[in-house]
């Protein structure tokens, strides 16, 4: 999540980067950019480059510094006054809150503790640079960069690497960053949590001797020996481990210095020397793991606690959840109320026994608690616990369960079991309180709804969150927003476009409309996804009316993409061009497609949202017949057999699914026969479909999902409903009894009667989306109302994770409007609404001029 957390430090509504921030301090002091230099800005990162020197090359051997906040400047100021003269190129962070949240507890271990980058022309001046700049920064401290080496005892480190932004894809089908291999082939360039040398290079002699001294550093002669990783994050690894004197089972905690920085500042050695402070004051009680040790290896410190056999609630609470099974019962949801309940009043308790030590937890959630088989309730992560006389805060907390600034000591945990007596019945829903606390009344509401809870013990969670006394008659503010499968279409429909324009910039150059971060990527602001183009698509589909001045804004820069933008149907110029087409802009729509065919676009990927599949139904759509046929051609050949993808998605196997997986081809087939009549192209979509569902698995509850191995999704994008929609268009030209069985399974999650998030791509949007004209989608739009909140006298929804409002199309009040029209809208005068190139499959195909080609090639 901790991109989502980065886009969240400039606004409290939306997700944004920091050029638009108002805080203090959200940018390091800049200075004027030198004669003959280039400079540039990303989200991240500020870039200067000489501009009158030869290039530098694509990759090599790059030098990063690593510094912590209080010697940022120091060392920006020393690279400055170093590089320029020189005429080397460089970047750093762009300010203090970057800095942070880089170095964050969540952050990345590949990446964290990077400040600055530099980049040497050659092997001789990267020495040179390390042996001078070693002695400029004398003093400088920063946390240890796991991906590179170090370069002595100070805050320079080294890797091999890309120069120039260059991608591939990856394993997995994902545009990735790349670096050439010895035969000049591009490859990822991984950035891993350890340093390595590729296969095709060498490392610099220079280099061997800090190599080594690297390598000397061992856990040999510890006393314990390590038997397996509990779990990582930034700030150290949490490790299973056995005493060697006593045979006792332990848990080592690490922390590496100036790494997993909380908002105070304090790094993982701080928070890990506070965290054995507290274990001491809470020794012998049963709600806190004893403490067995401290030590230090390196310069990493050690905890050492005991070792408590127990399963994090988090981990029983998506076992048992009831609402997320399609055979749930009322049976199931008095069993789970009863648990839960039980399982509510044992923590209560526990925290109890904390207060009564003086210690107030400041950081509860089901992660952090660990239920053991004989009834055991134990809190650990003591990090950011405070002590009750203090009245104060933590520094760290988990954003669904963090407590108002209104809230301090004992209050912070309260607030946190209110959270949690909430959030077992509606998992994550918490989290987006911060965005409108009043919220909480209506969650309660619903919980109360859906589960046989009592009454009393959500209102008095309710009126803690809140602030006020239980059952206390307060007047909202503002009345509330119409809510789905209460209000009808068209007072839904005003209310999501009131806020939609409430929250247009068209001042801006970068995006028309808040949204997802990936917005913030080149192109984003304008795509179908998450850009300008998918609200304006949602908004006349679902004929709440056109807009000539947002219009505007997208014509003014549809032609002008910016280096970097997507080609594809979802995240670039063709689904630009495919909306501007539907709203009368031919002429710039074909111009938009020219644009794209002066690219590499028979490179892409098959896959619908960016790739191959995408443009060749939108070369059908817009007249490009060549273009189509050739797009065509290049996902056949690409295809492969029903057996040559694996049967696990995910990781570093190829993604299932409408939007990443082969069910996009799949669709690009079936538009192509039901234009050629061509029974090949009809084979081809079958066994497209074949892969995608060699992908899925079969939940507990009979239904059908994409198997990612740590998880099953149902969703739109990557899920079993995408699938759905393209094997019901597939069965309307080709009875397949095992097929037809599968499609039931498809969309058998759909009696699930939960979704975390409200979006259209990941979200119970989706869902209604796809299962449009099924009586379960009526039961879906009701239900969006739990994510449904009130913005600027309308209506809106949260985007990905949460933590903010969006507008766009993918994740956002766009998409979820659009899932609305494709129920609502079926009065008088009103347009079917479907995703686009998914309307309903013609009763027969009608062969054209494309008959010939195709049938030749699927023939062959």
Same mark, same amino acid.
């Given at each position: ?97 970057? @800095?942070?949240?880089? #170095? ?10 990077? !400040? ?32 590179? @080496? ?66 000397? =550093? ?104 009831? !609402? ?22 044992? =923590? ?6 904390? %207060? ?11 992660? #952090? ?50 959270? +949690? ?14 965005? %409108? ?29 809140? *602030? ?43 995006? &028309? ?13 304008? #795509? ?26 997208? @014509?003014? $820069? ?5 280096? *970097? ?7 670039? @110029? %063709?689904?630009?061009?495919?909306? &501007?087409?539907? !709203? ?20 892409? /990927? ?11 139904? #939108?070369?059908? %759509? ?45 669709? +690009? ?73 599968? +499609? ?19 979200? $119970? ?50 998409? =979820? ?12 005068? /009103?347009?079917?609404?479907? !995703? ?25």
């Amino acid at each position: 999540m901790d991109q989502y957390e980065l886009y969240c430090l400039a606004d409290p509504l939306f997700y944004d980067n920091l050029d638009h921030s108002t805080a203090d301090g959200a940018e390091f002091p800049s200075r004027p950019v030198p004669e003959g230099w280039f400079h540039d800005k990303t989200d991240t990162w500020c870039y200067y480059a000489p501009t009158g020197e030869p290039p530098l090359p694509a990759q090599g051997w790059k030098i990063h510094v690593s510094a912590r906040a209080d010697d940022a400047e120091r060392a920006i100021a020393a690279v400055w006054d170093y590089c320029v003269p020189r005429g080397i190129a460089f970047k750093f962070l762009r300010g203090a809150p970057v @800095l942070i949240m880089m #170095n964050s507890k969540a952050a990345s271990r590949a990446s964290s503790g990077k !400040l600055v980058t530099i980049y040497p022309r050659d092997e001789g001046q990267l020495e040179l640079v390390l042996k001078e700049l070693h002695e400029l920064l004398r003093g400088v401290s920063g946390p240890y960069i796991l991906s590179d @080496l170090r370069y002595g005892d100070g805050p320079l480190f080294v890797r091999y690497g890309g120069f120039a932004e260059r991608h591939c894809l990856s394993a997995s089908g994902e545009r990735v960053l790349a670096i050439e291999d010895g035969g000049g082939r591009l490859v990822p360039d991984v950035r891993g949590a350890t340093f390595t040398v590729p296969a095709w290079t060498t490392l610099p002699g220079f280099l061997e001797p800090h190599l080594a001294a690297r390598n000397a =550093v061992t856990t040999t002669g510890l006393p314990y020996t390590i038997e397996n990783v509990l779990h990582f994050s930034n700030g150290g690894g949490v490790y299973l481990a056995r005493d060697g004197h006593t045979g006792e089972r332990v848990v080592l905690k690490e922390a590496r210095p100036h790494a997993g920085l909380d908002a105070a500042g304090r790094d993982a050695v701080a928070r890990l020397e506070h965290e054995r402070d507290i274990l001491e004051r809470l020794a012998g009680l049963a709600a806190a793991p004893g403490l067995r040790g401290y030590f230090t290896l390196g310069e990493h410190h050690f905890l050492v606690q005991e070792f408590v056999d127990g399963t994090p609630l988090q981990r029983r609470l998506v076992h048992r959840y009831p !609402l997320t099974r399609a055979t749930c019962t009322d049976a199931d949801l008095a069993e789970y109320t009863r648990w839960a309940l039980d399982t509510l009043d044992k =923590v209560e308790r526990a925290v109890g026994e904390l %207060h009564g030590r003086g210690v107030v937890f400041g950081d509860l959630h089901p992660d #952090n608690i660990l239920l053991t088989d004989d009834g055991r309730v134990v809190l650990i992560d003591y990090e950011v616990a405070t002590l009750t006389g203090d009245g104060a805060r933590a520094a760290l907390a988990h954003p669904a369960f963090a407590a108002p600034p209104d809230r301090q000591g004992a209050d912070v945990d309260r607030y946190a079991l209110a959270c +949690l007596r909430l959030g077992l019945f509606a998992p994550q829903c918490t989290i987006m309180l911060p965005l %409108h606390r009043p919220k909480v009344a209506h969650l309660g509401e619903l919980v109360t709804d859906a589960f046989p809870v009592p009454r009393e013990s959500v209102a008095g969670a309710v009126a803690t969150i809140l *602030g006020t006394e239980p059952d206390s008659a307060t007047e909202p503010e503002t009345p509330p927003p119409p809510m789905p499968g209460a209000a009808p279409w068209p007072e839904l429909r005003a209310a999501m476009v009131k806020a939609i324009r409430a929250s247009a910039t068209p001042e801006r150059d970068d995006r &028309l409309f808040p949204g997802d971060v990936a917005q913030f990527k080149p192109g984003g602001g304008l #795509n179908l996804a998450t850009g300008a183009a998918g609200v304006l698509y949602a908004l006349d589909a679902t004929g709440a009316g056109r807009f000539p001045e947002y219009e505007e804004w997208l @014509l003014a $820069r549809a032609l002008r993409p910016a280096s *970097g933008s997507g080609l594809g149907l979802y995240d670039g @110029l %063709h689904g630009i061009a495919y909306v &501007l087409d539907r !709203l009368g802009h031919r002429q710039t729509a074909l111009d938009a497609v020219a644009i794209s065919l002066r690219e590499n676009w028979e490179n892409l /990927e098959p896959a619908l949202h960016s790739g191959l599949s995408g443009l060749g139904l #939108n070369f059908f %759509h817009l007249g490009f017949p060549d273009e189509a046929r050739r797009a065509v051609e290049l996902c056949a050949d690409r295809l492969g057999g029903p057996g040559d993808v694996p049967e696990l998605s995910g990781g570093s196997n190829p993604r299932a699914g409408l939007m990443y997986g082969s069910s996009g081809p799949a669709l +690009l087939f079936l538009h192509a026969y039901e234009r050629t009549g061509d029974p090949a192209l009809l084979d081809l979509a079958g066994t497209a479909l074949r892969q995608d569902l060699r992908r899925c698995r079969r939940a507990e509850d009979g239904s059908l999902q994409v198997n990612q191995g740590w998880r099953l999704l149902p969703y739109l994008d990557e899920g079993s409903v995408g699938i759905a929609l393209v094997l019901a268009r597939y069965l309307a030209h080709r009875h397949d009894d095992e097929l037809a069985g599968e +499609l039931a399974a498809l969309r058998l999650v759909a009696r699930s009667g939960f979704f975390v998030q409200s979006g259209l791509f990941t979200g $119970r949007a989706g869902i209604v989306a796809a299962l449009a004209g099924d009586p379960l989608a009526d039961v879906h739009l009701r239900a969006l109302s739990w994510h449904a909140l009130p913005h600027a006298g309308g209506l809106a929804f949260p985007g990905d994770q949460l933590l903010r409002l969006s507008m766009d199309f993918a994740t956002g009040t766009a998409g =979820v409007l659009f899932a609305l029209g494709t129920v609502l809208s079926t009065g008088p005068g /009103e347009r079917t609404v479907r !995703l686009p190139f998914l309307e309903a499959a013609p009763e027969r195909p009608v062969p054209d001029e494309l008959r010939k080609e195709v049938q030749s090639h699927g023939s062959s």
